[in-house]
């Protein structure tokens, strides 16, 4: 083949002068860092795949990481450090040196601090989570206990199911030696779709599969049943399973009588959801919920879908996850082979099967004479067991002084519209007295900032990563920061020292930091960098054999029963793991329908991936998935506009009338400036125990326009 084929073919060479560098790709959650190799010529990247040889991908990668160089290279990339010239939310900027820039930021800080105290100045990080733990200890060093994150309303609430019940903070399903599957929102198919080859491999062997979700999904095509469920009714059909189980005798009774505390209040109160009464609430026939009982009793050890964000996301969420990894207790699936394994968030929010002192790094310097978080007061479980502000709260703050005044934020990724009542949020924006974002475009959250500062990708420098096993990895940069962008990280300690924080670690170098933290471990950053390319499984890790995790409750027992929530007397909080109906905001006559906003799309993250031609050639207009059903009784044809309206607010888009979604239910995907679905949400529409926004069950209606 002649060099100008090679060239077209994009083959690597010398002839070509197209070379191979490796990294990972970090548009999606933490969790999985898929291994990318990029083709590289001129110092531009020119095209991605999947690395063959990683451990976590074996060279697949999702419509959002084959998306990654049109990520990198989009038109709306800040180049510059920005200082605000325009009213807020303009987007007039005009490009300041990054010594201005920063120096502006230090000034302003101190003197907000100095004038109000340091908890006037709120913290936040949004995604991606990789320099938090930076982020959190300068929040602390300076003197603000107002640390927050997107975690306010994704994952942390599932780590406050589990600490209830068990004092893990996230456990994984076993599935190469599950013997049956209980898949509450798996549909790895679009979302988490490493699961996906472990399900279809499973069940190969034999491992049953039940899916429960109220559509038809790739998952729910390739199961054993298949429960339509009612959104929100998850735990109503969890503690009925309880109750079948708990009278077949498909329990582990020793299990129980050694391990679990509150069997009997669960039992007592298990008993009057039977499979009749059951079926109201959910919408299901009691023939199959009797079905799905027997397959879990006959068919164990049981695995559980971990559902870290989609099961948590409505007003009773955290409720109806812990109804649902209360089976695990049933049956004695938890920390067990085949069941649900207990495993430690190792580095920035990842898992890497052995624990390490971030949390002692990301906290230690927290303020002893603070005032409580922001949102702590309002929702105390969170408080009790998070610590961290609940960041869904940051706009109460900032607009009623309640439960004092928040006066500036210093954020890395602000996105207004992943809050309830995203305007709100966006108003607040505009009321804070000083406001710094650090992103790789200029977002509208970004345009009300008084300072933008320009990132850089994964693929413009080099990070410590954790994987499965114990493995880690210290990545290089495939290509040198584009324009002016810099590291996270590195901004985060510069302002350290120029703030001039009383702390050592933050006024001294990135890479001592993260050996702080794995000073307990024989991780030798120098030896991974040296060879960044792939991650190394880590010789001498202390790593806690299955079956010998434990239980960090008070009990020392798996509490059906929480006696952290009951110690904390707070009035409508239920020790036991209580269902009660997703309330919607409205009524049923005026808003008949049930919308669910979030529901992932193969080319959608939040609103990451919205400008990203690739990604958003996918679904290039705000769509809203209905019912074939529903939109024939309402004349409503494929394209066609329509208005979806709640209690909060109304907002058109297409109707994309399909057979996958049940009749009354509305999935609208979130993130569209063009039609912002969270502007639907009442500020107010909330979980009580984690403060988590009911994004996935809404009232509303929808009418065709003319």
């Not at 702390?503 to 702080?516: A, N, Q």
């Not at 798996?558 to 007397?569: K, P, R």
């Not at 209905?626 to 907002?651: N, P, Q, W």
């Amino acid at each position: 083949m002649e060099s100008r084929d090679r060239l077209r073919a994009k083959l690597p060479g010398a002839d070509t002068g197209i070379t191979l560098k490796n990294s990972v790709c970090d548009i999606c959650a933490p969790g999985p860092h898929c291994g990318v190799t990029c083709y590289v010529k001129d110092g531009e990247i020119i095209k991605v795949e999947g690395t063959d040889a990683h451990p976590v991908n074996h060279g697949k990668l999702c419509a959002r990481g084959l998306a990654a160089r049109d990520y990198v290279y989009r038109k709306d990339r800040v180049k510059t450090p920005l200082r605000r010239v325009g009213p807020k939310g303009a987007g007039e900027f005009e490009p300041v040196s990054w010594d201005e820039a920063l120096g502006e930021i230090a000034e302003r800080l101190q003197d907000l601090k100095g004038r109000y105290g340091a908890s006037s100045v709120a913290f936040y990080s949004g995604y991606n989570k990789w320099y938090r733990p930076f982020l959190q200890r300068l929040a602390y060093s300076f003197g603000s206990v107002n640390y927050g994150s997107e975690s306010s309303a994704c994952f942390t609430s599932t780590i406050l199911s589990w600490r209830c019940a068990t004092g893990a903070e996230t456990v994984r399903p076993d599935l190469g030696r599950a013997g049956v599957f209980l898949g509450f929102c798996a549909n790895p198919g679009i979302s988490g779709y490493l699961m996906n080859s472990g399900l279809r491999k499973n069940r190969q062997r034999g491992m049953k599969v039940i899916i429960v979700d109220p559509r038809i999904t790739p998952a729910s095509e390739d199961c054993d049943l298949h429960l339509r469920i009612r959104p929100g009714a998850d735990g109503a059909l969890a503690l009925c399973l309880g109750r079948e189980l708990i009278r077949n005798d498909w329990i582990d009774r020793a299990y129980i009588r050694d391990n679990v505390y509150g069997f009997e209040e669960y039992a007592a109160y298990a008993e009057t959801f039977t499979p009749e009464y059951t079926a109201e609430l959910t919408g299901l026939r009691p023939e199959d919920i009797r079905l799905a009982a027997r397959i879990v009793g006959e068919n164990g050890p049981l695995a559980i879908n971990p559902s870290n964000a989609s099961l948590v996301h409505f007003k009773n969420g955290m409720q109806n996850h812990r109804a649902v990894m209360a089976l695990c207790a049933l049956t004695g699936s938890y920390d067990r082979p085949g069941g649900m394994i207990p495993t430690p968030l190792t580095y920035a929010h990842s898992m890497g099967g052995f624990e390490t002192l971030e949390p002692e790094f990301s906290t230690e310097t927290y303020p002893k004479d603070g005032p409580v978080p922001v949102g702590c007061e309002r929702f105390p479980l969170w408080g009790e067991l998070i610590g961290e502000m609940q960041a869904c709260d940051l706009h109460r703050a900032v607009l009623t002084g309640e439960p004092y005044p928040i006066r500036a934020l210093c954020a890395h990724g602000m996105n207004f519209r992943m809050f309830p009542d995203s305007p709100k949020m966006a108003e607040a924006l505009s009321k804070l007295e000083f406001f710094v974002d650090m992103d790789l475009f200029l977002t509208d959250s970004a345009k009300y900032a008084d300072i933008v500062l320009p990132a850089c990708s994964s693929l413009e420098r080099g990070e410590f990563k954790v994987f499965g096993g114990g493995n880690a990895q210290y990545t290089s940069a495939v290509i040198p920061p584009l324009y002016e962008s810099r590291r996270d990280d590195d901004v985060i300690l510069e302002l350290a020292r120029r703030l001039r924080v009383e702390d050592p670690l933050l006024l001294g170098d990135r890479d001592d930091c993260i050996r702080y933290m794995l000073r307990k471990t024989p991780i030798d950053l120098a030896a991974l960098k040296a060879a960044p390319d792939m991650p190394h499984k880590i010789q001498g890790l202390r790593m806690t054999a299955v079956g010998d995790h434990g239980f960090g409750t008070p009990t020392g027992k798996f509490e059906l029963y929480s006696t952290v929530i009951a110690a904390l007397d707070a009035p409508g909080l239920d020790p036991l793991p209580t269902y009660r109906p997703s309330e919607d905001d409205g009524n049923m006559a005026e808003y008949p329908l049930i919308l669910s906003t979030g529901i992932r799309i193969p080319g959608g993250l939040h609103s990451r991936l919205h400008d990203t031609p690739a990604a958003r050639s996918l679904r290039k207009e705000a769509m809203a998935d209905m019912s074939a059903e529903d939109a024939a009784r309402l004349g409503v044809g494929k394209g066609d506009r329509i208005r979806i309206t709640t209690s909060s607010g109304s907002v058109t888009v297409s109707a994309n009338p399909t057979v996958t979604i049940p009749a009354g239910m509305v999935s609208l995907y979130h993130g569209y400036r063009e039609a912002d679905a969270n502007s639907l949400l009442s500020w107010d529409h909330r979980d009580p125990y984690s403060g988590f926004p009911g994004y996935r069950c809404i009232r509303c209606r929808v009418e065709k326009e003319a």
